[in-house]
């Protein structure tokens, strides 16, 4: 009986960026390469042409990416990253806490459409650079997020932190189910009723 042949590892970007000058390099290469993949489509989104229509050699690419899948990696978990700092920097501005809650949905959905940008053929392809381990990792930066959110308002009546993962999972996953079906942005109707829903899950009594 033969015994399957272990899995290609997933693409890793080589290192991640700390000082500026490299944040910057990162960014650049990022930029170039959300450029390409709209304007001339995704094969046309090489390591060659991204380092070229970033401004660099691709040799800096290397220093960052093995290759373009390692790419699309990083910005997979730059996307993710900057939607947490929205949230954090979103939460600063003052209100109650239904209206905190609202502004926090409204930027999980992008409805300002100031996120990263991300399409359904880059959520198709998730399943050649993550696996499930990747995608629990990722869930729990975003629970830890609105957890954070959550305990920062001093006017929300119950604290219920058991549901956050059921609220990240509603607000999350009607994220990328829309990105699945290439929806527009929600309207604020839209957006008012998902709080409304969020807000009766966190309103919950504890269970004893």
């Known amino acids: 009986m033969r015994t399957p042949a272990s899995r290609k590892p997933l693409p890793r970007p080589h290192k991640r960026p700390s000082q500026a000058r490299a944040l910057f390099t990162v960014q650049a290469l990022y930029d170039g390469f959300v450029r390409i993949w709209r304007r001339d489509g995704p094969a046309a989104a090489t390591t060659r042409a991204i380092a070229e229509e970033s401004g660099y050699a691709v040799g800096t690419l290397y220093d960052y990416f093995p290759n373009r899948d390692a790419l699309l990696a990083g910005y997979v978990r730059h996307c993710l990253e900057d939607l947490c700092q929205r949230l954090h920097e979103a939460d600063s501005a003052p209100g109650a806490w239904r209206e905190r809650l609202r502004r926090l949905v409204a930027i999980t959905l992008d409805q300002d459409g100031q996120a990263p940008y991300f399409d359904a053929t880059m959520l198709a392809m998730e399943g050649q650079i993550a696996n499930t381990g990747h995608h629990r990792r990722a869930f729990q930066l975003l629970c830890e997020a609105w957890t954070q959110r959550l305990a920062a308002w001093p006017d929300l009546p119950a604290r ?49």
């Open 160 to 208: 219920n932190a058991q549901v956050v993962p059921t609220l990240v999972w509603t607000v999350w996953g009607a994220r990328r189910y829309a990105v699945l079906l290439e929806r527009d942005a929600p309207s604020d109707e839209e957006v008012a009723r998902i709080s409304v829903m969020l807000e009766a899950l966190l309103l919950q009594p504890h269970p004893r």
